[in-house]
């Protein structure tokens, strides 16, 4: 654990000297708001629908603010089944349907940060993760920790925390080998820079370490464009790639040797998740 926590420490460490530490603006009050809107259909010879609807309000006092973030994404997909009865020359055509949602996962998370001086803040947070394609029936976290803001000037920020986390995880498949709740160490940081009067990147890194079992490691990276339509309306492309060493369980139908079913048995899923997204971002 100490290896890997050293590790991002030492990418925090290299990555400030580039971004260098500036003065920081004062921050602005009152209430901000943005929602994301991802939308997709398709019809024909393949009917399939994607939603994704995220929210991020947040609320800033002189040195206090708090946000609440709130995430759904859900993808049906229609499976057509063809066959004929008849001859080769006089055949009809029966065509049966089968729908199936093959995408889906849910966030719900706040946040509160307290500033203790120009760089230096306290926070906590709690949050709830669904994600049963992933194996996570329901998973919540709770944290609390330190950070700095290294900048925040102009459009550009770049800042880093650390905390304490405790988690606590029911599965979709159930895992004696494992607990279902554990004390963590969690790593992030944060940068965001405009590139343009009307475009703007973004990154986000969080690293958490279970405290119980070293091998638990989980990685949650973000990386975004958003570039500004007209007035509060903007189009963002993002890519996320979560990663987890340990993933769920997933239950699969086992055949014996001759093709006949002989129950379950139970193996990982993947490693790594990744959701690519372009979506209408209203802001006020």
Known sequence: MKGRAGWLAGIVCAVVPAFGVEAQDAPAIGWTNSTELTAVWTAGNSPASTFGLKNDLRRTWQRSSVRLEAGALRTESTTRTRSARGTGTDFVVAVTESSAVTAESYLLRGRYDRELGARTFLFGGAGWTRNTFAGIQN????????????????????????????????????????????????????????????????????????????????????????????????????LQVLFDNQPSLASIPLRNPAGDPAGNVTAPLDEFDSVFTVALVLSF
């Open 139 to 238: 998973r919540y976290a709770f944290v609390a920790g330190a950070g700095n803001r290294w900048i925040d000037r102009e459009g550009t920020v770049f800042k880093t925390d650390y905390g304490l986390t405790y988690t606590v995880q029911d599965d979709v498949v159930d895992d004696p080998s494992r607990s279902d709740s554990f004390a963590g160490l969690r790593l992030s940081a944060e940068a965001a820079r405009p590139i343009s009067e009307s475009a703007k990147l973004a990154t986000s890194l969080t690293v958490d370490e279970s405290l119980s079992e070293t091998d638990d490691l989980r990685a949650d990276w973000t990386g975004s464009l958003a570039v500004t339509v007209s007035g509060n309306v903007a189009l963002k492309t993002s």
